[in-house]
């Protein structure tokens, strides 16, 4: 994988091959990246990520210029990486190990971008859960967005606070916010 823009644009980071792991790809980071810095000012805003895996949109987030990163993964490797990486880039990714649906139910912090992809044979009742348990419990600022990543056999145009969606071959990029809001 590599980084795409930023301060450290074309930086190739290699993964351990045993984690457990399906990195977004280039062309769909890109193209999430693009439709991101529409929104937001990147320096600006506050991110979750959840199922970080090898943290690959975590370094893109900060590359860009973001200081508040928080990468969330049950694997302990993964979390290593994570740390590893970002310390030798000096990077400002703060890392949680914990199951992504225990912290959405105690996590007290509001994010303007909650990005999450699990994995790709989720259930569409655990992909509810995702949107549900951050909607309850107040982890996305108003006028922020959560992005669940998925596979294009998944549909969640049904779930609450769906807003729209983008495709890029196998992957699907769900957009959720507050109806009041209307980000897109």
Avoid: W
């Amino acid at each position: 994988m590599r980084i795409i823009s930023g301060e450290f644009k074309g930086r190739r980071i290699t993964a351990p091959k045993q984690l457990p792991v399906r990195p977004t790809t280039d062309i769909a980071k890109e193209a999430l990246f693009n439709i991101l810095n529409n929104l937001y000012y990147l320096d600006d805003i506050t991110v979750l990520d959840l199922f970080a895996g090898t943290g690959n949109i975590s370094y893109e987030f900060a590359s860009r210029g973001c200081t508040d990163i928080t990468a969330v993964d049950t694997e302990y490797g993964c979390v290593k990486f994570i740390n590893e990486t970002a310390a030798s880039f000096e990077m400002p990714i703060k890392t949680i190990k914990a199951d992504v649906f225990k912290l959405l139910k105690t996590h007290k912090h509001a994010y303007t971008v909650i990005f999450a992809d699990p994995p790709y044979e989720f259930s569409l009742e655990q992909f509810t859960e995702i949107v549900t348990s951050v909607f309850k419990n107040n982890l996305l600022s108003l006028g922020g967005v959560l992005i669940i990543e998925h596979s294009k056999h998944t549909s969640l145009l049904e779930v609450d606070n769906y807003s729209y969606s983008k495709n890029y071959g196998g992957s699907v990029f769900s957009f959720f916010e507050f109806p009041e809001t209307g980000v897109n």
